[in-house]
């Protein structure tokens, strides 16, 4: 049976390129074709780990990809010379993370093991404050992401996409754009508009894949996520079944 191609998201229409436009569109189709097979293959097996490879081959993907960006468009290397981005700059880890469910899931997947105790205390502290934050109160709150540890990600093999795909020229404009109360405009922040875009159709290709499977594909924010698959461990197996994750406000616990 055919199927609807994927709908770009409006960062990669106001692209003023049709070729990057089309190639963002295949990486896109690309990806939700790896997903869906790991979704026919963890169906046939009765778990989730095959899904899990299959987000462990899109993150190579998104991280093939982006470096093929920087290395192959002209001025590649003094665009990547120029991003502010670096260990220790944490600006972007205080404002609102969406992912896809099956993000959600594989970070909550990897984030039961051990050495992750101290960073499921954080998310249970963190979420009576943030879920229920929409993008602007979040940033606006200044809470830091609750896997943010001594100015690093402590989670940063298996981040979000969008986190991945968050780049910026000016740390002083990140800090700015944090600094700014709410209710009044934002800084501009200047980044290279393909590498988030390439992270934004990643998201896309794996929703589309998890729709086409009859599975939740409504992206959610972060700690609003992680929380309840840590809450209610059989969550992720019901959300695999055709559940939803559904995020609730909560009070300390
Ligand atoms: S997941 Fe990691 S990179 Fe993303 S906001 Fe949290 S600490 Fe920052």
Redesign the pocket.
């Known amino acids: 049976m055919s199927r609807a191609a994927i709908t770009l998201p409006g960062i990669i229409e106001a692209l003023d390129n049709e070729p990057v436009k089309a190639q963002l569109r295949a990486i896109g189709e690309r990806v939700r074709d790896i997903v869906a097979a790991g979704i026919d293959m963890a169906r046939s097996e009765g778990t989730l780990a095959s899904l899990l490879d299959a987000h462990a081959v899109a993150v190579k993907v998104l991280e093939a990809e982006s470096a093929g960006y920087f290395r192959h468009v002209s001025g590649g290397e003094a665009l990547k010379a120029a991003l502010a981005c670096a260990p220790g700059c ?1 600006f ?2 205080y ?1 609102y ?1 969406e992912v896809t469910p099956l993000e959600a899931v594989a ?1 909550w997947h990897a984030l039961r093991d051990d050495r992750y105790a101290a960073q499921r205390q954080a998310i249970a502290a963190a979420a009576p404050r943030v879920v229920g934050l929409g993008p602007e109160p979040r940033r606006a709150a200044r809470l ?5 540890a001594n100015g ?5 093999e298996t ?2 996409f ?2 991945r795909g968050l780049y910026s020229t000016s740390a002083q404009a990140c800090e700015a754009v944090l600094a700014t109360p709410l209710g009044l405009p934002l800084p501009a922040i200047r980044s290279p508009a393909v590498p988030r875009a390439l992270a934004a159709v990643l998201g896309v290709g794996i929703n589309a894949a998890l729709g086409d499977a009859g599975l939740q594909n409504r992206t959610l924010e ?1 700690v609003a996520a992680l929380d309840t698959l840590e809450r209610t461990p059989a969550a992720a197996a019901r959300w695999f079944k055709g559940e939803a994750i559904s995020p609730q406000r909560r009070e300390s616990p």
Do not use: D, K, M
């Not at 830091?144 to 943010?148: D, H, R």
């Not at 690093?152 to 940063?156: I, L, M, P, S």
């Open positions: 944490t972007c880890c404002l993370v970070l830091p992401c609750p896997l943010l690093q990600c402590t989670a940063y981040r979000p969008a986190c972060l």
